[in-house]
């Protein structure tokens, strides 16, 4: 049985850092791939950052490269997205996503086996 719990969302001012954590359960993070995506109301969701199966590489879209940094902690079975120099723009429910197989694109949210229920992220102007 395979759980992602996502926390450390928030109320952020634009400007500041919000550090969200994916704690998970029933899976080994070291065997997945492990992305991030967020979803803003009206929208699709959208693809945010994934660190490989074993670890060696990351992958960011364009509107956060720079900003965000996706890492990982193999003892804890977590997976973290530090966010700095958040806009109002990055205001959305962010998931957390493990991809066993490894075989499709990264950055579609349909290769995605598992999911977590989401954090709320809100940056204020």
Do not use: H
């Not at 490989?52 to 965000?68: E, Q």
């Amino acid at each position: 049985q395979v759980q992602l719990v996502e926390s450390g969302g928030g109320l952020v001012q634009a400007g500041g850092s919000l550090r969200l954590s994916c704690a998970a359960s029933g899976v080994t993070i070291g065997s997945f791939g492990m992305g991030w995506f967020r979803q803003a109301p009206g929208k699709e969701r959208e693809f945010v950052a994934v660190i490989s199966r074993l670890g060696v590489t990351t992958y960011y879209a364009d509107s956060v490269k720079g900003r965000f940094t996706i890492s990982r902690d193999i003892a804890k079975n977590t997976v973290y997205l530090q966010m700095n120099s958040l806009k109002p723009e990055d205001t959305a429910v962010y998931y957390c996503a493990a991809d066993k197989s490894s075989r499709g694109p990264p950055d579609r949210a349909t290769v995605y086996d598992y999911w977590g229920q989401g954090t709320q992220v809100t940056v204020s102007s």
